[in-house]
């Protein structure tokens, strides 16, 4: 199984919330239609607005790393990465069951 999954974490500072939610979103739509991508999907804390988490599942390596190297991932790193309280976590996870 060549399969990738990630796990994502990012934090919008205070008052930035709706910014980052936004530029999430509109992130989602695109992934989901890369030819690598198997799923896209986006969480936030309801009882932290503001935190967002993404559980990202490629094809393989070689998918993730277009997913990273497109523009639309460049795009909404540029909207929403002036708006997140700390630096993103990424982390990628091997499924066991």
Request: aromatic share 10%; hydrophobic share 45%; charged share 20%.
């Amino acid at each position: 199984m060549s399969e990738v999954q990630v796990f994502a974490h990012g934090q919008a500072a205070a008052g930035h919330e709706n910014d980052v939610r936004e530029a999430l979103l509109a992130l989602v739509k695109a992934t989901r239609e890369e030819p690598g991508n198997i799923s896209y999907k986006l969480h936030e804390d309801p009882a932290a607005p503001g935190n967002f988490y993404l559980y990202e599942e490629y094809a393989d390596q070689a998918a993730l790393d277009a997913h990273m190297a497109s523009p639309h991932f460049a795009e909404a790193v540029g909207k929403f990465g002036p708006y997140l309280a700390v630096a993103p976590s990424i982390v990628p996870v091997r499924r066991l069951a």
